[in-house]
Protein backbone atom coordinates (compact mmCIF):
# COMPACT_ATOMS: atom_id res chain seq x y z
CA UNK A 1 0.00 0.00 0.00
CA UNK A 2 1.63 3.49 -1.13
CA UNK A 3 -0.64 5.76 0.82
CA UNK A 4 -2.09 7.15 -2.26
CA UNK A 5 -5.69 7.73 -1.34
CA UNK A 6 -6.91 10.05 1.41
CA UNK A 7 -7.15 8.21 4.62
CA UNK A 8 -4.99 5.05 3.76
CA UNK A 9 -1.88 3.79 5.48
CA UNK A 10 0.98 4.21 3.45
CA UNK A 11 5.34 4.89 3.50
CA UNK A 12 5.72 8.84 4.92
CA UNK A 13 6.86 11.21 2.44
CA UNK A 14 5.96 8.54 -0.40
CA UNK A 15 2.53 10.39 -2.32
CA UNK A 16 2.70 13.98 -3.01
CA UNK A 17 -0.58 15.08 -1.79
CA UNK A 18 -1.16 13.06 1.30
CA UNK A 19 0.70 12.09 4.42
CA UNK A 20 1.28 8.34 5.49
CA UNK A 21 -1.68 8.64 7.79
CA UNK A 22 -4.23 10.13 4.82
CA UNK A 23 -3.99 13.52 5.88
CA UNK A 24 -3.69 16.46 2.79
CA UNK A 25 -0.19 16.92 3.22
CA UNK A 26 1.13 20.38 3.91
CA UNK A 27 1.74 23.15 0.51
CA UNK A 28 3.27 26.61 -0.17
CA UNK A 29 1.59 28.31 -2.62
CA UNK A 30 3.92 30.74 -4.54
CA UNK A 31 4.61 34.47 -4.03
CA UNK A 32 6.17 36.54 -5.59
CA UNK A 33 9.99 35.31 -6.62
CA UNK A 34 12.30 37.32 -4.89
CA UNK A 35 15.29 35.73 -4.81
CA UNK A 36 16.87 33.12 -7.39
CA UNK A 37 19.66 30.70 -7.23
CA UNK A 38 21.60 29.30 -9.78
CA UNK A 39 23.33 26.07 -8.98
CA UNK A 40 26.67 26.29 -11.15
CA UNK A 41 27.03 22.78 -11.39
CA UNK A 42 27.89 20.26 -8.65
CA UNK A 43 31.62 19.45 -9.39
CA UNK A 44 33.67 21.46 -5.91
CA UNK A 45 37.63 20.87 -5.71
CA UNK A 46 36.75 19.50 -1.73
CA UNK A 47 34.85 16.42 -0.84
CA UNK A 48 33.18 17.33 2.80
CA UNK A 49 31.70 14.76 4.07
CA UNK A 50 28.42 16.73 5.09
CA UNK A 51 27.75 17.97 1.85
CA UNK A 52 23.98 17.91 1.52
CA UNK A 53 24.65 17.75 -2.38
CA UNK A 54 27.55 15.25 -2.16
CA UNK A 55 29.61 17.39 -4.18
CA UNK A 56 33.30 16.16 -5.21
CA UNK A 57 35.77 16.74 -8.04
CA UNK A 58 34.10 13.97 -9.84
CA UNK A 59 30.38 14.70 -9.45
CA UNK A 60 28.90 15.96 -12.33
CA UNK A 61 25.28 15.35 -12.00
CA UNK A 62 24.34 18.77 -12.15
CA UNK A 63 26.75 19.90 -14.85
CA UNK A 64 27.79 23.83 -15.13
CA UNK A 65 25.81 26.41 -15.77
CA UNK A 66 26.43 28.97 -18.36
CA UNK A 67 26.70 33.00 -18.57
CA UNK A 68 24.19 32.31 -21.12
CA UNK A 69 21.80 30.16 -19.68
CA UNK A 70 21.99 32.16 -16.66
CA UNK A 71 21.34 35.31 -18.92
CA UNK A 72 18.04 33.60 -20.61
CA UNK A 73 16.36 33.45 -16.92
CA UNK A 74 17.42 36.94 -15.96
CA UNK A 75 16.24 37.92 -18.99
CA UNK A 76 12.65 36.06 -18.78
CA UNK A 77 12.58 38.09 -14.78
CA UNK A 78 12.25 40.88 -16.16
CA UNK A 79 8.56 39.87 -17.17
CA UNK A 80 8.08 37.31 -14.84
CA UNK A 81 9.49 38.11 -11.76
CA UNK A 82 9.44 41.73 -11.56
CA UNK A 83 10.28 41.81 -7.78
CA UNK A 84 13.30 39.63 -7.99
CA UNK A 85 16.03 41.70 -5.60
CA UNK A 86 18.66 38.97 -5.18
CA UNK A 87 20.31 36.23 -7.40
CA UNK A 88 22.75 33.73 -5.60
CA UNK A 89 24.75 31.20 -7.07
CA UNK A 90 25.66 27.49 -5.17
CA UNK A 91 27.04 24.52 -6.13
CA UNK A 92 29.36 22.95 -6.17
CA UNK A 93 31.79 25.69 -5.88
CA UNK A 94 30.70 28.03 -7.85
CA UNK A 95 34.67 29.53 -8.62
CA UNK A 96 35.27 26.15 -10.25
CA UNK A 97 32.66 27.61 -12.89
CA UNK A 98 34.71 29.58 -15.40
CA UNK A 99 31.50 31.66 -16.42
CA UNK A 100 31.07 32.66 -12.80
CA UNK A 101 32.58 36.32 -12.83
CA UNK A 102 30.48 36.55 -16.13
CA UNK A 103 27.25 35.65 -14.22
CA UNK A 104 27.56 38.25 -11.30
CA UNK A 105 28.62 40.90 -13.93
CA UNK A 106 25.27 40.45 -15.34
CA UNK A 107 22.99 39.99 -12.66
CA UNK A 108 24.51 42.76 -10.82
CA UNK A 109 24.17 45.04 -13.88
CA UNK A 110 20.68 44.67 -13.98
CA UNK A 111 20.53 46.01 -10.51
CA UNK A 112 20.11 42.76 -8.49
CA UNK A 113 22.10 41.87 -5.72
CA UNK A 114 24.27 38.94 -5.77
CA UNK A 115 25.29 36.04 -3.72
CA UNK A 116 27.89 33.66 -3.34
CA UNK A 117 28.20 30.75 -1.38
CA UNK A 118 31.99 29.84 -1.29
CA UNK A 119 34.29 27.31 0.35
CA UNK A 120 37.01 30.24 -0.32
CA UNK A 121 39.81 28.11 -0.81
CA UNK A 122 42.16 27.34 -4.15
CA UNK A 123 38.69 28.19 -7.07
CA UNK A 124 38.47 31.55 -5.66
CA UNK A 125 42.29 32.72 -6.30
CA UNK A 126 42.08 32.31 -9.73
CA UNK A 127 39.49 35.17 -9.81
CA UNK A 128 41.07 37.60 -8.07
CA UNK A 129 41.34 40.54 -10.94
CA UNK A 130 37.66 40.14 -11.72
CA UNK A 131 36.36 39.80 -8.13
CA UNK A 132 38.19 43.34 -7.55
CA UNK A 133 36.37 44.95 -10.10
CA UNK A 134 33.37 43.73 -9.41
CA UNK A 135 33.89 44.57 -6.09
CA UNK A 136 34.47 48.40 -6.84
CA UNK A 137 31.94 48.50 -9.19
CA UNK A 138 29.07 47.50 -7.47
CA UNK A 139 30.43 47.72 -3.54
CA UNK A 140 28.53 45.55 -1.16
CA UNK A 141 25.57 44.54 -3.60
CA UNK A 142 28.42 41.72 -4.20
CA UNK A 143 28.03 39.39 -1.31
CA UNK A 144 30.02 36.45 -0.27
CA UNK A 145 29.10 33.83 2.11
CA UNK A 146 32.49 31.25 3.27
CA UNK A 147 31.69 28.18 4.74
CA UNK A 148 33.84 28.05 7.88
CA UNK A 149 31.94 24.85 9.37
CA UNK A 150 33.52 25.50 13.33
CA UNK A 151 36.03 28.41 14.50
CA UNK A 152 38.55 25.58 15.36
CA UNK A 153 40.46 24.49 12.43
CA UNK A 154 40.93 20.85 13.66
CA UNK A 155 37.14 20.79 13.33
CA UNK A 156 36.59 22.44 10.20
CA UNK A 157 39.39 20.14 8.94
CA UNK A 158 37.68 16.60 9.75
CA UNK A 159 35.07 17.53 7.75
CA UNK A 160 37.02 19.49 4.70
CA UNK A 161 40.21 17.93 4.89
CA UNK A 162 44.13 19.61 5.48
CA UNK A 163 44.77 22.73 5.04
CA UNK A 164 41.10 23.87 4.30
CA UNK A 165 40.75 26.57 7.31
CA UNK A 166 43.75 28.47 6.83
CA UNK A 167 42.84 28.41 3.21
CA UNK A 168 39.50 29.98 3.58
CA UNK A 169 40.36 32.59 6.10
CA UNK A 170 43.11 33.72 3.76
CA UNK A 171 40.15 34.07 0.99
CA UNK A 172 37.78 35.53 3.88
CA UNK A 173 40.18 38.38 4.44
CA UNK A 174 41.28 38.91 1.22
CA UNK A 175 37.53 39.41 0.48
CA UNK A 176 36.96 41.57 3.66
CA UNK A 177 39.11 43.87 2.04
CA UNK A 178 37.40 44.08 -1.44
CA UNK A 179 34.54 45.93 -0.31
CA UNK A 180 32.45 43.11 -0.85
CA UNK A 181 29.36 42.20 1.95
CA UNK A 182 31.43 39.28 3.66
CA UNK A 183 29.56 36.70 5.80
CA UNK A 184 30.47 33.37 7.29
CA UNK A 185 28.36 30.16 7.25
CA UNK A 186 28.87 27.79 10.45
CA UNK A 187 27.05 24.67 11.55
CA UNK A 188 24.79 24.22 14.94
CA UNK A 189 26.44 21.10 15.64
CA UNK A 190 29.46 19.57 17.81
CA UNK A 191 27.64 19.16 20.86
CA UNK A 192 27.89 23.45 21.47
CA UNK A 193 24.79 25.59 21.23
CA UNK A 194 24.17 28.48 19.58
CA UNK A 195 25.91 30.94 22.30
CA UNK A 196 28.72 28.82 22.87
CA UNK A 197 29.67 28.43 18.97
CA UNK A 198 28.94 32.39 18.41
CA UNK A 199 31.36 33.22 21.73
CA UNK A 200 33.73 30.71 19.88
CA UNK A 201 33.72 32.55 15.94
CA UNK A 202 33.94 36.13 18.05
CA UNK A 203 36.87 34.83 19.62
CA UNK A 204 38.19 34.10 16.43
CA UNK A 205 37.10 36.66 13.87
CA UNK A 206 39.10 39.17 16.67
CA UNK A 207 42.03 37.27 16.75
CA UNK A 208 42.33 37.25 12.75
CA UNK A 209 41.56 41.24 12.59
CA UNK A 210 37.75 40.38 11.25
CA UNK A 211 35.27 43.13 11.17
CA UNK A 212 32.51 40.23 11.38
CA UNK A 213 29.62 41.12 14.66
CA UNK A 214 29.15 37.02 15.34
CA UNK A 215 26.10 38.13 17.22
CA UNK A 216 24.64 39.47 13.94
CA UNK A 217 22.71 36.33 12.18
CA UNK A 218 23.31 37.82 8.93
CA UNK A 219 27.31 38.18 9.25
CA UNK A 220 27.45 34.46 10.87
CA UNK A 221 24.67 32.32 9.99
CA UNK A 222 24.81 28.78 12.00
CA UNK A 223 22.06 26.20 10.17
CA UNK A 224 20.87 23.39 11.40
CA UNK A 225 22.21 20.13 10.48
CA UNK A 226 20.60 17.96 7.69
CA UNK A 227 21.06 14.43 9.51
CA UNK A 228 19.08 12.46 6.61
CA UNK A 229 19.11 8.99 8.75
CA UNK A 230 16.98 10.66 11.93
CA UNK A 231 13.47 9.69 11.60
CA UNK A 232 10.79 12.93 11.31
CA UNK A 233 7.50 13.77 11.13
CA UNK A 234 5.41 14.15 8.16
CA UNK A 235 3.62 17.73 7.70
CA UNK A 236 -0.22 17.91 6.85
CA UNK A 237 -2.46 21.29 6.04
CA UNK A 238 -3.61 20.73 9.64
CA UNK A 239 -0.02 21.49 11.30
CA UNK A 240 0.48 25.20 10.40
CA UNK A 241 -1.45 26.67 13.02
CA UNK A 242 -0.85 24.16 15.67
CA UNK A 243 3.18 24.59 15.01
CA UNK A 244 2.57 28.40 14.71
CA UNK A 245 4.36 28.66 11.18
CA UNK A 246 3.54 30.48 8.25
CA UNK A 247 3.43 28.71 4.95
CA UNK A 248 4.68 32.01 3.00
CA UNK A 249 7.90 32.20 5.46
CA UNK A 250 9.37 28.80 3.62
CA UNK A 251 12.14 29.86 1.05
CA UNK A 252 10.25 28.16 -1.57
CA UNK A 253 7.17 30.65 -1.34
CA UNK A 254 9.71 33.36 -2.31
CA UNK A 255 12.61 31.25 -4.37
CA UNK A 256 13.50 29.19 -6.65
CA UNK A 257 16.95 27.03 -8.17
CA UNK A 258 17.57 26.65 -11.30
CA UNK A 259 20.43 23.22 -12.27
CA UNK A 260 20.93 21.83 -15.26
CA UNK A 261 21.39 17.89 -15.56
CA UNK A 262 24.02 15.67 -17.01
CA UNK A 263 22.87 14.91 -20.24
CA UNK A 264 20.08 17.74 -20.24
CA UNK A 265 19.73 19.64 -23.54
CA UNK A 266 18.20 22.88 -20.76
CA UNK A 267 18.69 24.25 -17.79
CA UNK A 268 15.43 23.45 -15.25
CA UNK A 269 13.71 24.65 -12.20
CA UNK A 270 13.71 23.04 -8.81
CA UNK A 271 11.28 24.28 -5.72
CA UNK A 272 14.32 25.23 -3.57
CA UNK A 273 18.13 25.05 -3.21
CA UNK A 274 17.89 22.16 -1.24
CA UNK A 275 16.58 19.06 -3.00
CA UNK A 276 17.78 18.69 -6.47
CA UNK A 277 17.11 15.32 -7.44
CA UNK A 278 13.79 14.45 -6.42
CA UNK A 279 11.24 14.35 -9.47
CA UNK A 280 8.32 15.36 -7.59
CA UNK A 281 9.82 19.15 -7.13
CA UNK A 282 11.13 19.54 -10.40
CA UNK A 283 9.66 22.99 -12.03
CA UNK A 284 9.70 23.07 -15.21
CA UNK A 285 12.05 25.31 -17.41
CA UNK A 286 10.65 28.56 -17.29
CA UNK A 287 10.03 30.55 -14.47
CA UNK A 288 6.45 31.01 -15.73
CA UNK A 289 6.08 27.48 -15.26
CA UNK A 290 7.73 27.56 -11.76
CA UNK A 291 5.04 29.37 -10.72
CA UNK A 292 2.99 26.68 -8.65
CA UNK A 293 1.87 25.15 -5.25
CA UNK A 294 4.79 23.06 -3.88
CA UNK A 295 3.46 19.84 -1.52
CA UNK A 296 5.87 19.66 1.40
CA UNK A 297 6.68 15.60 0.70
CA UNK A 298 10.44 15.46 1.37
CA UNK A 299 12.10 15.05 5.04
CA UNK A 300 13.98 17.97 4.53
CA UNK A 301 10.62 20.37 4.16
CA UNK A 302 9.95 18.54 7.95
CA UNK A 303 13.65 18.69 9.23
CA UNK A 304 15.17 21.24 7.57
CA UNK A 305 12.26 24.17 6.96
CA UNK A 306 9.37 23.38 9.32
CA UNK A 307 11.15 21.98 12.25
CA UNK A 308 14.53 23.47 11.87
CA UNK A 309 13.56 26.77 11.19
CA UNK A 310 15.93 27.45 8.19
CA UNK A 311 15.46 30.40 5.78
CA UNK A 312 18.14 29.93 3.02
CA UNK A 313 20.05 27.24 1.35
S1 LIG B 1 32.92 22.77 -0.14
FE1 LIG B 1 30.67 22.89 -0.06
S2 LIG B 1 29.98 22.09 -2.05
FE2 LIG B 1 32.14 21.49 -1.82
S3 LIG B 1 32.01 19.41 -0.97
FE3 LIG B 1 32.20 20.85 0.75
S4 LIG B 1 30.09 21.30 1.42
FE4 LIG B 1 30.00 20.37 -0.64
S1 LIG C 1 12.81 21.74 1.66
FE1 LIG C 1 11.94 23.65 2.49
S2 LIG C 1 12.11 25.16 0.86
FE2 LIG C 1 12.41 23.11 -0.05
S3 LIG C 1 10.36 22.52 -0.78
FE3 LIG C 1 10.59 21.69 1.29
S4 LIG C 1 9.72 23.31 2.65
FE4 LIG C 1 10.07 24.22 0.64
Excluded at 15 to 30: E, F, I, M, Q, Y
Excluded at 193 to 221: H, I, K, T, W
Excluded at 296 to 302: A, G
Amino acid sequence: MDGIVGGAIGPRFRDPLWTADGRPRASVAPDALTTLWFNTGTLCNLACGHCYIESSPRNDALVHLTAEEVGRFLDEAVHEAPDLREVGFTGGEPFVNRDLTAMLADALGRGLDALVLTNATRPLTVHRAAITELAARFGARLGFRVSLDHFNSARHEAERGPGTFAWALEGLRWLSGTGARVAVAGRLAFGQNEEELRRGYAAMFAEQCLSLDADDPRQLVLFPEMDGSAAVPEIAESCWDLLGVRPQAMMCASSRMVVRRRGADRAEVMACTLIADDERFRCGTSLAEARRRVWLSHPHCSRFCVLGNAKCG
